[in-house]
T-cell receptor, first 112, second 110 residues
Framework: RKEVEQDPGPFNVPEGATVAFNCTYS??????FFWYRQDCRKEPKLLMS???SGNEDGRFTAQLNRASQYISLLIRDSKLSDSATYLC?????????????FGSGTRLQVQP | DADVTQTPRNRITKTGKRIMLECSQT?????MYWYRQDPGLGLRLIYY???????NKGEISDGYSVSRQAQAKFSLSLESAIPNQTALYFC?????????FGPGTRLTVT
């Protein structure tokens, strides 16, 4: 089982739609959680951190459910420029693993 | 200028050749990483370094080696390239939790 699992998509949605991505993680020692965005053939960039209480940044809302080991990202009022792959990222502090673990990503295509 | 640079950006090489991928950063970060990205597998950590004297294997270090020549430079070597090392390679740096990635090196081993 992968340590971080995501639905690969693609999610094809019209402009203005609301879309949600989910991610599950298997390591209960995971401490920090993030969403990164990766445009086609480009490097990943941090979109937002995910806090226990949930957090919002403009049209983007991230939530964490530690009991179910589940993270979500909600995008409201989708724009064409939101088309990208969204990577769920988990940080653990286990011995020897002081690094990030990336999901394989969920691809979003927003259509006019 | 970009904060994290990688050279070369694209490389085609033959099986058995030695190849080095280079990474430089101007962010002043101590932590540097090498990842590879394959379709459907996401980013996987090859090696990471928390300072010049600290080198650690990641989850897929076999067939690779690294050198941290200075705080700003971290190079990845494939001693004898094989076709299944064909992938997109990213270097990254971090200070706290955010990682800053270079533009990537697309490596093809024929």
């Amino acid at each position: 089982r992968k340590e971080v699992e995501q639905d690969p998509g693609p999610f094809n949605v019209p402009e203005g739609a609301t879309v949600a991505f989910n991610c599950t993680y298997s390591n209960s020692a995971s401490q920090s959680f993030f969403w990164y965005r990766q445009d086609c053939r480009k490097e990943p960039k941090l979109l937002m951190s995910v806090y226990s209480s949930g957090n919002e940044d403009g049209r983007f809302t991230a939530q964490l459910n530690r009991a179910s080991q589940y993270i979500s990202l909600l995008i409201r009022d989708s724009k064409l420029s939101d088309s990208a792959t969204y990577l769920c990222v988990v940080k653990s502090m286990d011995t020897g693993r002081r690094a990030l673990t990336f999901g394989s990503g969920t691809r979003l295509q927003v259509q006019p | 200028d970009a904060d994290v640079t990688q050279t070369p950006r694209n490389r085609i090489t033959k099986t058995g050749k030695r190849i080095m991928l280079e990474c430089s950063q101007t962010k002043g970060h101590d932590r540097m990483y090498w990842y590879r990205q394959d379709p459907g597998l996401g980013l996987r950590l090859i090696y990471y370094s928390f300072d010049v004297k600290d080198i650690n294997k990641g989850e897929i270090s076999d067939g690779y080696s690294v050198s941290r020549q200075a705080q700003a430079k971290f190079s990845l070597s494939l001693e004898s390239a094989i076709p299944n090392q064909t992938a997109l390679y990213f270097c990254a740096t971090s200070e706290n939790y955010e990682q800053y990635f270079g533009p990537g090196t697309r490596l093809t081993v024929t």
